[in-house]
Structures are given as structure tokens and as C-alpha cells.
């Protein structure tokens, strides 16, 4: 079964450190690997996509990389702001040409000034 | 504005009631999916279409039913809720060969 697991489930960090959260992914075929963040109670808004032979990528102060080898994925907030404090969510999609994402529950992220 | 509309918001309902929660988006977009969260489990994908006429099941899709008859709107529908369908609800789309997808605002699920 398709699965996507992520670390920590909750991170607390002072504002302006950097922090790096975790996805393992099982996903195959592979067709891409986004990053989603989700300010509480909003729908998720897209950080990154990641395709198989992209193996990092930025968006500001994101910066998510992918080894599909590996089936592993990162996302680096550098010099966090109180703004940042969201979920962050893993999203995988196969590679059978429909619409189905499996989703990671998420690393819920707190930045405290 | 692009954008992708919810109604209702919030909804308090009773079990057996049938029930309708709209989607629609404003983008011309061929795909949108309809997904419920819930605490703990993260978000699980219920149906999805497409394009017109062409809708499929996702992982979850025990309960609902969907329809596309027309482009821009992919209502999820419940005809018995019960209380095991209250979550909070997300409709998404995106285009055909684009794979950044866009979220409504959700909608908030209570089944007494």
C-alpha cells in the first residue's frame, strides 16, 4: 500500500532558526513529491513540486530537495518567521495517470518569537 | 479573482438528512477532487473527475456521491449523512498538465 510518513509530527523553533522536516515515501510508480503548507483551519497552498529527476528545488526561504533513490524528501525553512507557523504537508503522486495523491499526516510547526 | 468557492462554510446537520456541498472554480480547470481531513489522519482524497462527466473514486469515497456535469463545479453529496462524515471537507482543482493544485476555503461538517 501507498504510504507517506513524516518527521517530527510537531516541531517548536525560536524565530529566525532554521529547521529541516522529513518525508519517506513508498509511493511507486513515482510522478512527483509536493510540499503543502496549511495555515490551521485554510486549505493547503502549494509550496514545491518535485519531479523524479528534480532533486531540489526553492520557493523563498523553502527549500525542499528529493532523492528518489532513496524515496526521501526534505523541506528547509531557513531564518523562520511567526508566519511560518503552519502544518506542512507531503504529498506523493503515482504514475498511473489519474488524480490519486497520497498524503502524509503532516508536521505541524510552531515558531515562537 | 482565481479561485476556487465552498458553500456552505459550516453546516449542522442530523443523520439521514441528504445534503450538498458546492464547488466551483472560476480557472477552467479539467481536474478537481473532493478530500476530507480529519484529525490524526490527514488528508484522504473521496473522488475526484477528470473533466466533464468523468469522475472516479478515491480512497474514501463510501457515502458520497459526486457529480461534473458542467465544467466549473464538482458538488460532493451526501445522501444519508451520519456521524462517522463529520470532517472538515476540501474541493480542489487544478489544469490538465499543470500540476499545481488549488484549495477552497473548506467546509466545516457536523452530523448530530
Known amino acids: 500500500k501507498n504510504q507517506v510518513e513524516q518527521s517530527p509530527q510537531s516541531l517548536i523553533i525560536l524565530e529566525g532558526k532554521n529547521c529541516t522536516l522529513q518525508?519517506?515515501?513508498?509511493?511507486?510508480?513515482?510522478?512527483?513529491l509536493r510540499w503543502y503548507k496549511q495555515d490551521t483551519g485554510r486549505g493547503p497552498v502549494s509550496l514545491t513540486i518535485?519531479?523524479?529527476?528534480?532533486n531540489t528545488k526553492s520557493n523563498g526561504r523553502y527549500t525542499a530537495t528529493l532523492d528518489a533513490d532513496t524515496k526521501q524528501s526534505s523541506l528547509h525553512i531557513t531564518a523562520s518567521q511567526l508566519s511560518d507557523s503552519a502544518s506542512y504537508i507531503c504529498?506523493?503522486?503515482?504514475?498511473?495517470?489519474?488524480?490519486?495523491?497520497?498524503f502524509g499526516t503532516g508536521t505541524r510547526l510552531t515558531i515562537i518569537p | 479573482e482565481a479561485q476556487v468557492t465552498q458553500n456552505p462554510r459550516y453546516l449542522i446537520t442530523v443523520t439521514g438528512k441528504k445534503l450538498t456541498v458546492t464547488c466551483s472554480q472560476n480557472?477552467?480547470?479539467?481536474?478537481m477532487s473532493w478530500y476530507r481531513q480529519d484529525p490524526g489522519l490527514g488528508l484522504r482524497q473521496i473522488y475526484y473527475?477528470?473533466?466533464?462527466?468523468?469522475?472516479d473514486k478515491g480512497d474514501v469515497p463510501e457515502g458520497y456521491k459526486v457529480s461534473r456535469k458542467e465544467k466549473r463545479n464538482f458538488p460532493l453529496i451526501l445522501e444519508s449523512p451520519s456521524p462517522n462524515q463529520t470532517s472538515l471537507y476540501f474541493c480542489?482543482?487544478?489544469?490538465?498538465?499543470?500540476?499545481?493544485?488549488?484549495f477552497g476555503p473548506g467546509t466545516r461538517l457536523l452530523v448530530l
Open positions: 480542489a482543482s487544478r489544469r490538465e498538465g499543470v500540476e499545481t493544485q488549488y
Open positions: 518525508c519517506n515515501y513508498t509511493v511507486s510508480p513515482f510522478s512527483n
Open positions: 518535485m519531479t523524479f529527476s528534480e
Open positions: 504529498v506523493v503522486r503515482d504514475n498511473f495517470g489519474n488524480e490519486k495523491l497520497t
Open positions: 480557472m477552467n480547470h479539467e481536474y
Open positions: 473527475s477528470m473533466n466533464v462527466e468523468v469522475t
